[in-house]
């Protein structure tokens, strides 16, 4: 019998942010997540849409068919109900290239469970409203710091601990040597949004010399 892992979404479309923006994935989505964040722009579509189970060998076959890679977010990924069917899903699929978005949850521990000659990129993109968090995200930092194949995505505000936060990077952090591995996203949940706030980032980025990700995916409707 095979393998199945249970989603809400299970689809081909382009990956919209991070190193990877543009390229055609088959999009896995999980329901659960442990946070909620005010802007985030899936939290009525984990809400309202009911899981259902997914074979390993459909996905494979959708991989091999189309020709694309692997995009697994959420949701949190590395929620303790996610976590094995994520292992598996990286361990066991053939894939020219996996993205996985988390917000740090337990990226750690994922990132050692994975095999590491899997062709991996994993996305930390943590979540800082507040002193707890921005701790947090600098712990993370830290733990994740000997891992080349793991990548920082920034939602950016004009908020103090934001700020702080990207200063800290800025100056490569504890000698983790971030290198091109750094990214800032605008802030909304409409094109609309996205727009208002893009000229902002571009100058965040040009300051603290990130890379810009523009969140296509929202831009043009295409999730």
Request: charged share 25%; with cysteine; hydrophobic share 40%.
């Amino acid at each position: 019998m095979s393998k199945k892992v249970k989603l809400i979404e299970n689809f081909v479309s382009w990956q919209g942010e991070g190193p990877d923006s543009g390229r055609l994935m088959a999009i896995l989505r999980f329901k659960t997540c442990n946070l909620k964040c005010p802007w985030c722009d899936t939290s009525v579509k984990m809400r309202i849409s009911a899981e259902a189970p997914h074979e390993l060998s459909d996905i494979q076959k959708t991989i091999d068919d189309k020709k694309v890679g692997l995009l697994i977010t959420g949701g949190e990924p590395t929620v303790a109900r996610h976590f094995d069917e994520t292992v598996m899903l990286l361990n066991e699929l053939n894939y020219p290239i996996a993205n996985v978005e988390s917000n740090g949850y337990k990226l750690y521990e994922l990132v050692m469970a994975v095999d590491k000659t899997q062709p991996v990129k994993f996305i930390y993109s943590p979540k800082i409203f507040n002193r707890t968090d921005f701790n947090t995200a600098l712990k993370n930092l830290e733990s994740l710091s000997g891992f080349k194949n793991v990548y920082v995505k920034v939602v950016y505000e004009d908020s103090p601990l934001i700020l702080e936060f990207l200063e800290i990077l800025s100056k490569d952090y504890q000698g983790l040597q971030w290198d091109h591995r750094l990214w800032l996203m605008p802030k909304g949940i409409t094109r609309a949004d996205l727009i208002r706030n893009a000229e902002d980032v571009f100058d965040a980025c040009e300051r603290y010399k990130f890379n810009f990700s523009s969140r296509s995916h929202i831009m043009f409707g295409f999730v």
